[in-house]
């Protein structure tokens, strides 16, 4: 109903830079996300304050029917970089969603070796939270840094 009315924008953000389709893509609700993402006014790749995307959210938080949607897309971009210098790949590797780390893995845009402010690849986080799963998965690819040192020159295997 609130979608029908000429008065409120679908895409407007709040203080913050959230759109509604962010905050939906965040806390999981995948009807209202597709709702939202079918409208031509409703853009997919909107960024926040913080640089985060909608797919972001989805990914630090697990949504694997969210990420699919998003990253089904030829239109959104799966490789975003936020303002600490984190992908979607970095939070869902961080986080330990293997199904979400899958999912994005798919798409040829993702690159795994992308360092945040702090100098910590997805592998790292991965490492650091003692993710073996998500370990194993990104040490098959063949395109991955797995000695990249962070900021205070640890690699993933410190």
Excluded: C
Aim: charged letters at 25%.
């Amino acid at each position: 109903m609130l979608l029908e009315r000429e008065d409120l924008a679908p895409d407007s953000a709040d203080k913050d830079g959230r759109t509604p389709f962010s905050w939906a893509t965040e806390f999981g609700h995948e009807g209202i996300a597709k709702m939202l993402l079918k409208r031509e006014d409703v853009a997919p790749n909107s960024v926040d304050h913080g640089g985060r995307t909608p797919l972001s959210w989805a990914a630090e938080f697990g949504d694997e029917a969210i990420v699919r949607m998003l990253s089904e897309r030829e239109d959104v971009v799966s490789d975003s970089v936020d303002y600490d210098g984190r992908t979607p790949l970095s939070w869902a590797a961080e986080s330990g969603y293997m199904a979400v780390v899958i999912i994005l893995l798919w798409r040829e845009d993702v690159t795994l070796n992308t360092a945040d402010k702090n100098g910590r690849t997805p592998l790292s986080w991965a490492a650091w939270e003692g993710y073996e799963d998500i370990l194993a998965m990104l040490l098959q690819r063949g395109d991955l840094n797995a000695s990249a040192a962070d900021n205070s020159s640890q690699t993933p295997l410190s």
